[in-house]
C-alpha cells in the first residue's frame, strides 16, 4: 500500500475510555478522554454479514493510516472515532514496510440494525 501526505484527508481522534470504580467498589467504563486528534488516510477493506441463530451480526473492517508514532500510544481497549462512527482495534498498530513513517491500525466497526 502507498501512502501519500497529501491522503490523510480524515480526522481521527482517539479516545481512551476510563474505568471508574462504582459504589461498591466495582470499576465500571465511565467517560471518555481524548488521547490525540490526527490527519489520517481511512479505507474500508472488508464487511461481513452474518446471520446466526439469534440475530444478524454485520462488521466492516477498516485500515487507519496515520503519521507514525509509538505504537503503543494505542491500546486495545481505546476507540477510534471517525465521522461519527467508533472503531475499535482489530490488531496490534504496525509500522507500514516496517519502516517508521506510517502508522497502520487495523479496526473493526460494529454495525447496529436500525
Avoid at 490525540?36 to 451480526?57: M, R
Wanted: charged share 30%.
Amino acid at each position: 500500500m502507498y501512502v501519500n501526505i497529501g491522503e490523510l484527508r480524515h480526522r481521527v481522534t482517539v479516545l481512551r475510555p476510563r474505568a471508574e470504580p462504582d459504589a461498591s467498589g466495582n470499576l465500571v467504563a465511565g467517560d471518555c478522554d481524548e488521547v490525540f486528534s490526527c490527519w489520517a488516510k481511512v479505507l474500508p477493506f472488508a464487511a461481513k454479514i452474518s446471520d446466526g441463530t439469534a440475530e444478524l451480526v454485520r462488521e466492516v473492517d477498516y485500515r487507519v493510516v496515520l503519521r507514525y508514532r509509538n505504537p503503543s500510544a494505542i491500546r486495545a481497549e481505546d476507540i477510534i472515532l471517525w465521522q461519527g462512527r467508533k472503531l475499535s482495534p482489530a490488531a496490534p498498530p504496525y509500522p507500514l514496510d516496517g519502516k517508521r513513517r506510517w502508522l497502520v491500525i487495523e479496526c473493526r466497526e460494529m454495525v447496529e440494525d436500525a
